[in-house]
């Protein structure tokens, strides 16, 4: 198979990825992203995980009766994905997006959560486009997640992290370039991607063979809540903060507010893949 990035690679089996969701602004995503795959979803579909990490969504999915296969290049997280596959049985693969290891025209639903902010060159998201195209069924459904190119610069000014100065450069080349590279000296921070602006991330899916459907923020606005985790913790606020983004959703001209991004796709009637 194609192989990560070697700093990818190391982050991920550094890092306790299995715990981000439980964690921060974790269980927002986490809400959100349920809600919005719940959306593509069919009754008892096959379902590609592909950077599926530890399996908290393939683990979620194969609950509610889905045939799910999980792949991700990252040796710990298949291990960990396989602990989690004992209560609700999915597949656990090695493997990258640009060749993944799937029969072609077999998936209804295809996720794709970290190839395309991982695969730093635009030439390597379209390649990981294109085979998820050649998986899917005929009118089989594709969910691409993209973090934003303003999503560091808004946290930054959040925190008052945009005062340090390798923070401040690192924003001002995702906002104009869409390129990012960590700092040195931020061992937390991921390793280098690329932040895509909401129309390139379209373009991207056109030039794969893919016409757009929908494209919708993960947590909107509503982390920028200044007491955002003690009004997470509130049922009331918390339905509140969920109504917010869904209410403000379809504004594409606010989707910068959001870190992460979902852009929904099928197959163009004219592709030809094969």
């Not at 009754?43 to 592909?50: L, V």
């Amino acid at each position: 198979m194609k192989f990560i990035d070697s700093s990818i690679d190391q982050f991920y089996t550094q890092s306790q990825e299995e715990l981000r969701l439980s964690v921060g602004l974790g269980p927002l995503e986490f809400e959100r992203n349920k809600i919005l795959i719940s959306r593509y979803l069919i009754p008892s579909g096959k379902i590609a995980d592909i950077g599926g990490g530890p399996g908290h969504y393939a683990q979620w999915l194969a609950g509610l009766g889905h045939d799910v296969t999980l792949i991700d290049p990252v040796k710990k997280h298949i291990n960990q994905a396989k602990k989690r596959s004992a209560k609700n049985f999915f597949n656990c693969l090695q493997g990258e997006a640009r060749n993944p290891p799937l029969d072609d025209a077999s998936q209804d639903l295809i996720i794709m959560h970290g190839p395309l902010y991982h695969l730093q060159e635009e030439e390597d998201r379209i390649a990981a486009l294109r085979e998820a195209g050649r998986k899917l069924k005929k009118n089989g459904i594709i969910l691409g997640f993209a973090i934003t190119h303003s999503a560091s610069a808004v946290a930054a000014l959040h925190s008052g992290l945009i005062y340090q100065n390798e923070i401040c450069a690192m924003c001002a080349e995702e906002l104009s370039s869409g390129i990012h590279e960590p700092p040195s000296g931020f061992p937390f921070m991921l390793p280098k991607g690329f932040y895509h602006r909401p129309s390139e991330l379209i373009a991207e899916f056109s030039t794969a063979g893919f016409e757009t459907i929908d494209l919708l923020p993960v947590e909107g606005m509503a982390w920028l809540d200044g007491n955002f985790f003690q009004n997470w913790a509130d049922p009331l606020k918390r339905s509140q903060l969920l109504r917010l983004i869904q209410m403000t959703e379809k504004d594409r001209e606010l989707l910068c507010f959001s870190p992460h991004i979902m852009l929904a796709a099928k197959l163009n009637a004219d592709s030809c893949l094969f």
